[in-house]
């Protein structure tokens, strides 16, 4: 049986989860309404205490949206984060925290590391199985946005080449990207450091030059402006890596003797065994320390599943306390018409069918809360991703899966059964008492 339920579609295994979960609903559902038409007085319930049902819907629907609407963002943030790292096959950096390194490099987060000097980096330049080591230096801003100094060729492959307008030729232009507030032909200063702290005339007489704008990617690279590492050198006062006599040239290759030192180098592998070498040759003790974004991700996506795991444990407990106050709430109701309910069955009706009718009351309202709360949850979603877009600048687009369709249906499935509870109490209450009502 194991081996056949591996064998279906993920599409299947959700849509068979969903289908057992509904199973004793529909079989409840039947056995209690069959040969009956208890509709028009369920309907009349409704009506009559509309306000108070309309509370309880909304309350489950507020419950069951919010829920849905943080677990959505968990996997919302995880597929975005990997995807923003997708173009970061191997960071080369001085030993530290890898957590560090990878905030700082690939999703942009100012931070205070280390800096590798030049024979470190013609070291990982010069091995054979490296396609582009692109030096990353960074520290400086912009209108909020950071600066960043590297090559043109990381700057094409981080963009597979969509860039509007050209990428820099010399020392003094930038790409900016997609979400930055400045047009082609565009010139600014840099300001010296980030935040509250960045001096903002510290780099007054150094003028940059807009000359091309980056494809949106859903990355922090969106609010990132790049320019020639040799810029970044220059405006702090140190060399820019290059001999005198070789004028305003940029990229590589550089000379050891005069590269200033960076933060970390992006490496990126001739292939994908060439990248696990890699990572082998220039982890050396003590000098450099190579690793895959990928794997430090993995660590996070480890602590963020056991977030996700209590997320989920409190959307449970919260629909379990609102599904306790709804059945409450059925008792309450239960008693505002156990008159009529009493008259019912003084004129001669079946119990089961004075059972269909508030099991059907009771189910309906647990329904049309589930339902609203998809809606709800739906809604929460979109509006959580957004917020979570502009603090992170990772493109998170969340939404809802069969994982929280399968989830919403458990909670209508139990709740309904648990409706039988109020049914029961008032079948076991005298017809005479009720009539006194």
Do not use: C
Not at 231 to 249: I, Q, R, S, Y
Not at 290 to 303: D, E, I, K, N
Not at 318 to 333: D, K, N, P, R, Y
């Amino acid at each position: 049986m194991t081996d056949l339920w591996e064998t279906l579609s993920a599409l299947a295994q959700d849509m068979l989860i969903a289908a057992a979960l509904l199973l004793p609903l529909l079989g409840l559902g039947f056995v209690l309404l069959r040969g009956f038409r208890p509709l028009p007085l369920v309907w009349a319930l409704l009506w009559r205490f509309r306000w108070a049902n309309l509370m309880f819907v909304v309350l489950i629907a507020v419950s069951t949206g919010m829920g849905i609407g943080l677990i959505t963002q968990e996997r919302g943030l995880r597929v975005g984060s990997a995807q923003a790292a997708e173009k970061f096959d191997l960071v080369v950096a001085a030993p530290g925290s890898e957590l560090t390194l990878m905030l700082a490099s690939v999703f942009l987060q100012p931070s205070a590391v280390p800096l590798l000097d030049g024979a470190a980096y013609d070291r990982i330049a010069s091995h054979p199985r490296v396609e582009i080591a692109a030096p990353i230096a960074f520290g400086d801003s912009f209108d909020g946005a950071p600066v960043v100094g590297t090559i043109a060729e990381f700057v094409t492959y981080l963009t597979d080449d969509q860039i509007e307008g050209r990428l820099f030729a010399r020392t003094g232009e930038a790409v900016v990207g997609a979400a930055i507030d400045l047009q082609l032909g565009d010139h600014f200063a840099p300001a010296h450091g980030e935040g509250e702290e960045a001096e903002h005339d510290a780099h007054d007489e150094f003028e940059i030059e807009v000359v091309g704008r980056m494809a949106r990617s859903g990355s922090p690279w969106d609010h990132a402006i790049l320019i020639p590492v040799e810029t970044v050198w220059e405006v702090h006062g140190l060399a820019n890596g290059h001999p005198f006599e070789d004028g305003d040239k940029i990229g590589p290759p550089f000379d050891p003797a005069l590269f200033p030192g960076t933060p970390a180098v992006i490496v990126r592998a001739t292939d994908m065994s060439g990248a696990y070498a890699l990572r082998s040759a220039l982890t050396e003790a003590g000098e450099t320390m190579a690793f895959f974004p990928g794997t430090v991700l993995a660590s996070l996506y480890r602590v963020m599943g056991d977030v996700r795991q209590a997320m989920q444990i409190m959307s449970i407990v919260t629909q379990a306390l609102v599904a306790v106050s709804v059945l409450l709430g059925l008792f309450i109701l239960s008693r505002l018409f156990q008159r009529q309910l009493a008259m019912l069955r003084a004129l001669g009706a079946p119990r089961r069918f004075v059972m269909a009718v508030v099991w059907g009351y009771g189910a309906t309202l647990m329904a049309a809360g589930t339902a609203l709360g998809l809606l709800f949850g739906f809604g929460a979603a979109a509006v959580l991703s957004r917020i979570v877009t502009l603090r992170t600048d990772i493109l998170v687009s969340a939404s809802i899966t069969w994982a929280e369709i399968n989830l919403a249906l458990g909670f209508l499935a139990v709740t309904s059964i648990l409706s039988l509870i109020p049914v029961l109490v008032v079948l076991t209450r005298p017809v005479v008492q009720g009539l006194r009502q």
